[in-house]
């Protein structure tokens, strides 16, 4: 699933090219796609103009003006695309916005587990999923972070896949980011010290802001709004590599599934509490 790295990216490729164009009209052709009356979302968005393309959390958003808002939220395959022209439909394209300029937007979905919405400011808000998320990791210091987590029983990483603890956060990013700041999976946020979690959320800061330069991560299925894959994966220190040689200690990585996830951990270089 695109985590904030990619959808940042994303975002601000689609933000350069859409801002100030208008949607002629909108052709969807998988309605399970829109998570409402799939009638209501083409009238409310049919002749709207982009004046914004943003993210929150993992949301992409493009606003319609002040008042409306299309969210995508990509789930495991979902991409959005800008094409300067008009795009040929492929078998796994969703939804396509139509521009008044001749080009378009594609909503792309291979496994059809990708979310569409059209809504208002009111809605936007009262959604609960959007109205529950944390803080942007990004706009939040590393102090106020660890105030969200210090003290808790929970694992220290089903507390960053948490996305009312922090928002944007999952698998890749909370694997090297757990790695470069010494602490393993399965730690307790009680049994770490406030220099520990603070230390781990800089690193966090750290990573998420070179895989945004770098592209974000292209393991399966991300490419940016221009169809490029990212290249971040080239950076990986821990995450996907079981079996490999720790880069720190030489040791051999080890595997496990924590807070529900594939995780990968040095457990010489990682630790359990400190």
Known sequence: MPELPEVEVISRGLAASLVGKTIEAVKILNHSSVKMPWHLFSARVAGRTIT?????????IMDLGDDLHVTFHLKMTGRVLA???????QTHTRIVFSLSDGGSVEFHDTRKFGEVRA????ELEEWSFYRNLGPEPLETTAAKLVERVEGRKSQIKGLL????VVAGVGNIYADESLFRSGIHPKAKACDLSPESLERLFTELQAVLRQAISENGSSIRDYVDA??????????????????????CCGKIFEGGTVAGRGSTFCCNCQKMSG
């Open 161 to 164: 896949l948490n996305q009312s």
């Open 226 to 247: 221009g169809g490029d894959a990212g290249g971040f994966q080239n950076s990986f220190k821990a995450y996907g590599k079981k079996g490999e040689p720790c880069p």
């Open 83 to 89: 094409h300067e022209g008009p795009t040929v439909p």
């Open 52 to 60: 914004a393309v943003r993210r929150r959390a993992k949301l992409l």
């Open 119 to 122: 809504l208002t400011d009111d």
